[in-house]
């Protein structure tokens, strides 16, 4: 079993900056995709960027540019950096790992962004 633990949100003006952090404990093979994905109120969760444990990353479109994905995995913890929040950007936002063919959700962490 895989659990995945988000912390990091809150609320902050539109301009600002926060930064998510989520750490993967478990089962969980070397070769494997960490990302974060967004809910907004009223709307489906989307994409916000994924990484792999090579390193490689690929964002939503609308999001690369203000959004940065990093890992470290040895400590098995993916961050999301985000700069010049907008009110938009107000959403739950969740961690997934992707391992052994297995998908695995943190229970998501609210981004709030004040105008």
């Known amino acids: 079993q895989v659990q995945l633990v988000e912390s990091g949100g809150g609320l902050v003006q539109a301009g600002g900056s926060l930064r998510l952090s989520c750490a993967a404990s478990?089962?969980?093979?070397?070769?494997?995709?960490m990302g974060w994905y967004r809910q907004a109120p009223g709307k489906q969760r989307e994409l916000v960027a994924v990484?792999?444990?090579?390193?490689?990353?690929h964002y939503a479109d609308s999001m690369e540019g203000r959004f940065t994905i990093s890992r470290d995995n040895a400590k098995n913890t993916v961050y999301l950096q985000m700069i010049s929040l907008k009110p938009e950007d107000t959403a739950v936002y969740y961690c997934?790992?992707?391992?052994?063919?297995?998908?695995?959700w943190g229970q998501g962490t609210q981004v709030t962004v004040s105008s």
């Open positions: 478990g089962n969980i093979f070397s070769n494997n995709v």
């Open positions: 990484i792999r444990s090579g390193g490689s990353t």
């Open positions: 997934n790992l992707v391992t052994l063919d297995r998908n695995y």
